[in-house]
C-alpha cells in the first residue's frame, strides 16, 4: 500500500514533520523558561517532553490525513490548502487539550495551555510561509524531474480522447 503511493506525499509528509518539530520547539522554548539548560540536565525532563511531542504530531498528522491535505487538487490550490491546514490545526488542537485534560491535567494547568497556544500561532505562520507557498514549487519540481510519474487511461476516441491527450502533455504538472 505504501510503495503505491505518490512520491510527493512523503515529501509533503516529511515537510509537515519538520514544520510540526520546529513548531514544537519553538511553543516550548517560549512557554518553559530555559528550557534547552534543563532539558540537557534532566532525563526526566527529556522523557516528559518527549513522551509529550509523539502523541502531539501523530494526532496532527492524523488530522492532516483526514483532512485531504495530501491530495493533488489540494496541494495546487494555495487557498485550499491554507483553509484546510487551519481546519486541520484546529481539530488537532482541540483532540490535543482534552487529551492533555485527560492524561496530565496539573501539566495543562502549569504550561499546557500557553504550549498549545504557541505551538498554534507558530504551526499556522510556518505552514502559511512553508506549505502553503511553496508545495505548488516542490510539485511542479517533482513532475518536471520525473519524480512524481502518474498513469492515466483515456477511454474514448475521435476528437474528445485526443484533446483529452494533448491537453494533459501540455499540463505543466501532469508527466
Same mark, same amino acid.
Request: charged share 15%.
Given at each position: 500500500? &505504501?510503495?503505491?503511493?505518490?512520491?510527493?506525499? @512523503? $515529501? %509533503?509528509?516529511?515537510?509537515?514533520?519538520? +514544520?510540526? =518539530? /520546529?513548531?514544537?520547539?519553538?511553543?516550548?522554548?517560549?512557554?518553559?523558561?530555559?528550557?534547552?539548560?534543563?532539558?540537557?540536565?534532566?532525563?526526566?525532563?527529556?522523557?516528559?517532553?518527549?513522551?509529550?511531542?509523539?502523541?502531539?504530531?501523530?494526532?496532527?498528522?492524523?488530522?492532516?490525513?483526514?483532512?485531504?491535505?495530501?491530495?493533488?487538487? &489540494?496541494?495546487?490550490?494555495?487557498?485550499?490548502? @491554507? $483553509? %484546510?491546514?487551519?481546519?486541520?490545526?484546529? +481539530?488537532? =488542537? /482541540?483532540?490535543?487539550?482534552?487529551?492533555?485534560?485527560?492524561?496530565?491535567?496539573?501539566?495543562?494547568?502549569?504550561?499546557?495551555?500557553?504550549?498549545?497556544?504557541?505551538?498554534?500561532?507558530?504551526?499556522?505562520?510556518?505552514?502559511?510561509?512553508?506549505?502553503?507557498?511553496?508545495?505548488?514549487?516542490?510539485?511542479?519540481?517533482?513532475?518536471?524531474?520525473?519524480?512524481?510519474?502518474?498513469?492515466?487511461?483515456? $477511454?474514448?476516441?475521435?476528437?474528445?480522447?485526443?484533446?483529452?491527450?494533448?491537453?494533459?502533455?501540455?499540463?505543466?504538472?501532469?508527466?
Amino acid at each position: 500500500m &505504501i510503495s503505491n503511493q505518490p512520491k510527493f506525499k @512523503f $515529501v %509533503l509528509l516529511v515537510t509537515d514533520i519538520l +514544520i510540526l =518539530t /520546529i513548531s514544537f520547539c519553538a511553543a516550548v522554548t517560549f512557554t518553559v523558561p530555559d528550557f534547552w539548560a534543563v532539558y540537557e540536565k534532566g532525563f526526566y525532563f527529556y522523557f516528559s517532553y518527549f513522551s509529550l511531542y509523539f502523541p502531539l504530531i501523530l494526532i496532527y498528522l492524523l488530522s492532516f490525513l483526514f483532512s485531504n491535505l495530501y491530495k493533488r487538487n &489540494i496541494i495546487i490550490s494555495r487557498y485550499r490548502q @491554507f $483553509v %484546510l491546514i487551519i481546519k486541520a490545526l484546529i +481539530i488537532g =488542537t /482541540i483532540i490535543n487539550v482534552l487529551l492533555m485534560v485527560v492524561t496530565n491535567l496539573g501539566y495543562f494547568e502549569l504550561y499546557g495551555k500557553e504550549t498549545i497556544g504557541y505551538f498554534f500561532v507558530a504551526s499556522i505562520i510556518l505552514f502559511a510561509l512553508l506549505r502553503a507557498l511553496s508545495a505548488r514549487h516542490i510539485f511542479r519540481f517533482l513532475a518536471e524531474k520525473n519524480i512524481y510519474q502518474s498513469r492515466v487511461l483515456i $477511454v474514448g476516441g475521435d476528437d474528445a480522447g485526443k484533446h483529452v491527450a494533448e491537453a494533459l502533455l501540455n499540463d505543466k504538472y501532469s508527466n
